[in-house]
């Protein structure tokens, strides 16, 4: 079947012309019309006729509704035969627009009647206040605008706010870059990269991390400065300090500028609990390390939880007198916990197995038989294989050997520098503990142990005491420690009484520790401080060189050193009291300080005469896998070629 044939365009003409009914609006009798409504009289309403020259149908039809139009505009009189007042376009609120062509094609066919708009109940003669804005008129705006000045109040806020804009972007990305660039402190200075040891005072001291001052704003006026323990004729300066007074502080890796706690177990010493993070926080002005019990299947499968933060490759010392506060915890009688604060050498780091085999405990600047495996070459000196540890066969040391030693060959690993007569300078992992807190005496009472860790090994691990060279200040409360040391390290140590009333449940006061030292071989010393007094000194010469097991003199420390603070538990310290221990334990902390000669400051991890910057970042992994216990087996590395042993190339 075929469509419809169209219509014919008279017959759509027609169509479109008849007028559609619409129904008339009401309104109650003297109720008032609305505003827009025309104000002529329904009387006058027919008597109006259309005109054949517009194309309008008459009056009556447009009456009730609207006719479409089959031109461009409505007469320019308004009829007043509608009810609905129609405005013609002169007296519209819109302006007569010249340039419209009425007869156009394109406008007649999208025009409307002027009923149209009415009867839909649209104001079309209503007019609004920004009805000429929606009626651009270039003549109008030409002659309302010209002969403006910018000039003005506004004009003025205008550009000065853009002046400022500008100024802003400026300073935010031309200015701070250059202040930044031009007042930031060298890496040395922060104790992340090499430095001169001889570089000056102030610089060091001013410097900051991640905006946190070398000296803690929180530090006492009156304590940066203080008088030298071994010299009362010397002042110290204050070169770096931690309040611990900031409340909350978070010490994984990355929150903190220069403590960074650990995430293990200690298995180097038998311990019994897991390091963790979270057991370390601030509160109330001190550090605090919390030793507690936990689920197993939330510890690593251990029962016990506790902390070990270091200052590892962040902030180092060389030299002068380290200082800190401390409140032990538990019983001052009860036997077990392992509460330290100690320092290492930073080719070393604390429970990264890896990076420190064949560094600890080593302070050796010597190319002899001590930098050896065992302390022997050939099966010599037979001391070494006789006269030692009574555990171990009378074997004096079972050590790897020194890994970085003065025989180490040229172009093989080495952090550097070198002597004059070209052979590298021993390095090592020396370590010098400032406390590790016991319990000892009749009645039992807290003691502090006090030691220096030493390598190569004295015969039978005795030093050379004589003429005071090892010497405690009041033998009423301090004793030469009678543990000498084993087949891994050389204990040089003596045991003081603690302050009694310096305990987490004895009182819960603060005791000063430390100790003040001066590294190397020629007036060399480590001096300790128990109770903010001197309690035992330690003179070079009494590491001095032992002909029997055939090694050199070993130094007091000279590697840049790093402070660590723990809270452990393990037998191998003491068997522990699990009757009478109370859990949670914690160790508080109130402040960590530093301070050296004024003529000597010597703060950060990689001085120029004992580097450690370059070589850490070329074997980063030992350093931070604790799973690598080993640095030949675990690590795959090999130990560099030794000249004593005849392992140079021609």
Same mark, same amino acid.
């Given at each position: ?6 219509? +014919? ?8 012309? $008849? ?54 505009? +409505? ?24 340039? @419209? ?48 000045? %910018?000039?003005? /109040? ?25 202040? #930044? ?24 001291? /001013?410097? #900051? ?41 978070? %010490?994984? +890796? ?41 689920? /197993? ?33 538990? %019983? ?62 009378? @074997? ?72 005071? $060279? ?25 045991? #003081? ?75 191998? %310290? ?17 402040? @960590? ?32 896998? +604790?799973?690598? #216990?080993?640095? /030949? ?18």
């Amino acid at each position: 079947m075929l469509p419809p044939r169209p219509k +014919p365009r008279s017959a759509l003409d027609a169509e479109q012309a $008849a007028p559609r009914a619409m129904p008339t609006p009401t309104f109650a009798a003297g109720a008032p019309r609305p505003k827009y409504l025309s104000t002529h009289s329904d009387s006058s309403a027919s008597s109006s006729s259309s005109s054949p020259s517009t194309g309008y149908s008459p009056a009556s039809a447009r009456a009730g509704g609207y006719a479409r139009a089959a031109y461009a505009r +409505p007469p320019s009189v308004a009829s007043t035969n509608s009810t609905f007042s129609t405005p013609s376009i002169g007296s519209s609120a819109y302006p007569k627009r010249e340039h @419209v062509n009425a007869n156009s094609p394109t406008t007649a066919k999208y025009a409307y009647s002027p009923g149209f708009l009415s009867s839909w109940g649209s104001m079309a003669d209503y007019k609004e206040e920004d009805d000429l804005l929606h009626r651009p008129d270039p003549t109008r705006d030409y002659q309302i605008d010209r002969g403006g000045s %910018f000039l003005t /109040r506004r004009g003025f806020a205008n550009l000065g706010c853009l002046l400022v804009l500008v100024a802003g972007l400026l300073g935010l990305f031309v200015l701070f870059p250059a202040l #930044t660039f031009f007042s930031k402190v060298p890496l040395s200075a922060l104790g992340l990269a090499s430095q001169s040891a001889a570089a000056q005072a102030s610089s060091q001291v /001013r410097g #900051t991390a991640f905006g946190r001052a070398k000296v803690d704003t929180a530090t006492p006026l009156d304590a940066h400065s203080r008088t030298s323990f071994h010299d009362p004729t010397q002042q110290l300066q204050l070169v770096w300090s931690d309040e611990f007074e900031v409340e909350g502080r978070s %010490f994984y +890796p990355g929150d903190d500028p220069f403590w960074e706690a650990v995430d293990l177990n200690y298995w180097q010493t038998g311990d019994l609990e897991w390091y963790d993070p979270a057991a370390i926080t601030t509160r109330n002005g001190s550090l605090e390390i919390t030793l507690s019990i936990q689920q /197993r299947e939330n510890n690593h499968g251990l029962i016990y939880r506790s902390g070990m933060l270091s200052t590892w490759n962040k902030m180092c010392f060389s030299g002068g007198l380290v200082e800190t506060s401390v409140s032990l915890p538990g %019983f001052n009688d009860i036997v077990g916990l392992w509460p330290a604060v100690w320092t290492m050498g930073n080719l070393g780091r604390a429970g990264y197995g890896g990076s420190l085999e064949g560094m600890w405990p080593y302070s050796y600047d010597s190319c002899d038989v001590g930098t050896m495996p065992n302390q022997t070459f050939n099966g010599q000196p037979a001391a070494a294989l006789e006269v030692g540890d009574p555990a171990n066969g009378n @074997v004096l040391s079972f050590l790897q050997g020194q890994k970085l030693s003065r025989c180490t060959c040229d172009g093989e690993k080495h952090p550097g520098p070198k002597h004059d007569d070209g052979t590298y300078v021993g390095r090592s992992a020396p370590e010098i503990d400032i406390i590790e807190a016991t319990m000892g005496g009749a009645p039992l009472h807290g003691q502090v142990s006090q030691s220096l860790q030493a390598a190569p090994f004295n015969f039978n691990y005795t030093i050379n005491g004589d003429n005071g $060279a090892a010497a405690v200040a009041d033998d009423t409360i301090s004793e030469i420690n009678s543990y000498r040391g084993g087949v891994f390290q050389q204990a040089v140590s003596a045991l #003081t009484d603690t302050d009694q009333t310096a305990y987490e449940l004895n009182g819960a006061g603060y005791s000063v520790y430390g100790y003040e030292y001066k590294g190397g071989f020629d007036d060399a010393y480590i001096a300790w401080i128990s109770n903010n007094k001197v309690s035992w000194t330690l003179l070079s010469e009494a590491i001095g060189a032992d002909e029997e097991v055939g090694i050199s003199a070993r130094s007091i420390p000279q590697e840049p050193m790093y402070v660590i603070a723990n809270l452990g538990l393990s037998p191998n %310290f003491g068997t522990p009291d699990f009757t009478h221990l109370k859990f949670p334990a914690t160790m508080r902390i109130d402040y @960590v300080r530093v301070y050296q000669h004024p003529d000597q400051i010597n703060v950060g991890c990689s001085p120029k005469d004992f580097p450690t910057e370059d070589y850490i970042n070329e074997f980063i992994g030992a350093y931070t896998n +604790p799973n690598l #216990t080993t640095w /030949r087996d675990d690590f795959g590395q090999p130990f560099p070629k030794n000249s004593f042993a005849g392992e140079c190339s021609a």
